[in-house]
């Protein structure tokens, strides 16, 4: 798996659904430029390092 993967793409590794993706960079929760980039043609890419760095930041249930 690369460093930037598309939406669908983490969709299917992660089992966020691909509208729990969209919004959580929606609310901010994911920001652009270090959660997500845009791609040259406009496409959203998830960062797989700085969402799994957000994962285990987040305190335990």
């Known amino acids: ?10 969709s299917e590794l992660s089992g966020y659904s691909e509208e729990a993706i969209r919004q959580k960079i929606k609310k901010g929760i994911w920001r652009l430029s270090k959660h997500v980039h845009r791609a040259p043609d406009g496409r959203l890419l998830i960062n797989v390092e700085e969402v799994e760095k957000w994962i285990v930041s987040c305190p335990e249930v």
């Open 1 to 10: 798996m690369g460093r930037y993967v598309t939406i669908k793409r983490y």
